[in-house]
């Protein structure tokens, strides 16, 4: 169960930080059905795709946002924001 809410709990900080779903959907170029679909139909699991491109707009880790793919909370980051955090 803590997997499943630390994985929604980054989807939810991601969206948040754009401002609402509908925003971050136009910021990676994408209807925002789709992000409402990895809210409701995938218990906010990011496609492995999405991961760094959401990091990269909205500075939520890949670890917060799929800590079943990254483990570590640097996972997935570039060197040097993994050696600041």
Do not use: C
């Amino acid at each position: 169960m803590y997997l499943l809410e630390t994985i929604m709990n980054g989807l939810e900080k991601a969206i948040k930080k754009a401002g609402n779903a509908s925003n971050l959907a136009a910021l990676l170029g994408i209807k925002p059905m789709s992000v409402s679909r990895w809210k409701t139909r995938y218990n906010g699991a990011v496609p492995p795709g999405r991961v760094l491109p959401i990091f990269k707009i909205t500075g939520i880790t890949p670890h917060e946002l799929r800590p079943d793919i990254y483990p570590n909370p640097t996972d997935g980051l570039p060197s040097q924001e993994a050696s600041a955090k």
